[in-house]
């Protein structure tokens, strides 16, 4: 298969390339009866929209949801909800010359030698622009998680190049600050730093990685199966799909190997537990915790600078990427982990409910 689907009993299934007519997802296996109408993905939509400030790609694009099937006078039917977003800002002619060539760093190669064919025009479905139907998806995995179990998915850019937010530690993050720049940086006297670090990286022709953090509050715990769909697994699966991924962290992640085992297991009280490492999941199932979860994404390959490659004939060659480019593809990327994280507690939770929805609630109830 080509795996262009995504979870068990909430599946999506995403299609459309960059610079195609249009991009959309079919969402099946969502419960009847939730409210949802096309004004609902604005909002998430627009958070990981290019073009909203000069520190991404200036693609301007409309991201205008249509609802094709599987919602009936406002509310969901449990039939296939297909949405459609149609392309509108493409500039497919910044991308010709690309077609004789490969971009370092980018997936050119590999789709070549996977298919004997390629969409060269704006990384045709290796583009990031896919990542806009995962993030529609995902406003309905989210209302459904909210109204169902109280759960909320919030990220924020925890570190982007060298620079690191100036908090104590993640409890202090503020989300009204996060959510009032461009970067979603929980700091707002940083700003200004950032502003000026990516404005000398576009004037480089360079570009930088970032660390984007996730918490998921209030997911009960009994989420996730404990061999082969362990919570965390499937997470970091979910997570590592996201263009530009490099790493994922549960938890402490790899600051895991340099502790104790008596610092690292979370002590539980009668009041709760005494601290998360584990990032909320323990044998690879919820445990009433927040989920935490990170991930580190790579510089973007499209930079001005001049870089070696080769051509179709195997000539090599030197070449400089064109066309609208992010500096930091991070700045856009906490939406789009936001929504891979609740796609995941979505899927979770109905494979939960159809397994255990009669075991009720067990005692005794930690926190």
Not at 144 to 168: D, F, M, N, T, Y
Request: glycine fraction near 12%.
């Amino acid at each position: 298969m080509s795996s262009n689907s995504f979870g068990k009993l909430f599946t999506v299934t995403t299609f459309g390339e960059s610079h195609g007519p249009a991009i959309g997802c079919v969402v099946d296996g969502c419960p009847p009866g939730l409210e949802i109408a096309p004004e609902d993905f604005a909002g998430d939509l627009a958070r990981r929209a290019t073009g909203n400030s000069r520190y991404t790609s200036q693609r301007h694009e409309a991201d205008e949801v249509e609802i094709l099937s599987g919602v009936y006078e406002g509310r969901t039917t449990g039939t296939p909800i297909a949405l459609l977003i149609r392309n509108t800002d493409a500039r497919s002619k910044d991308y010709d010359e690309l077609a004789q060539t490969f971009r370092p760093g980018h997936a050119d190669y590999t789709y070549w030698q996977k298919y004997g064919i390629r969409d060269p025009r704006g990384g045709g479905r290796a583009s990031a622009r896919e990542t806009t139907m995962r993030v529609a998806a995902a406003v309905i995995a989210k209302k459904w998680l909210a109204e169902k179990s109280g759960v909320r998915v919030r990220g924020w850019l925890a570190q982007i190049g060298e620079i690191v937010p100036e908090l104590p530690d993640t409890a202090a993050v503020d989300f009204g600050t996060v959510e009032s720049n461009p970067f979603f940086w929980p700091v707002a006297a940083q700003v200004p730093q950032l502003e000026k670090y990516i404005d000398a990286l576009r004037k480089d022709g360079d570009s930088v990685g970032a660390r984007v953090n996730v918490i998921a509050a209030g997911v009960p715990p009994g989420w996730g199966e404990p061999v082969y769909g362990k919570l965390d697994a499937e997470l970091a699966s979910a997570l590592m799909s996201i263009n530009a991924v490099k790493g994922v962290e549960i938890g402490a992640g790899f600051a895991s190997v340099a502790q104790r085992g008596s610092e690292h297991r979370d002590e539980i009280t009668a009041r709760g537990f005494l601290s998360n490492h584990a990032g909320g999941i323990l044998g690879g199932i919820s445990s009433g915790q927040d989920v935490r979860v990170s991930i580190a994404l790579k510089p973007t390959s499209s930079i001005l600078k001049p870089g070696r490659s080769v051509n179709l004939a195997g000539e090599e060659i030197t070449m400089r990427s064109k066309g609208r480019h992010d500096p930091c593809v991070g700045i856009r990327a906490t939406p789009i982990a936001e929504a891979m994280v609740a796609l995941v507690l979505m899927d979770q939770a109905l494979r939960h409910r159809a397994q255990c929805a009669d075991v009720g609630e067990v005692r005794p109830r930690i926190g």
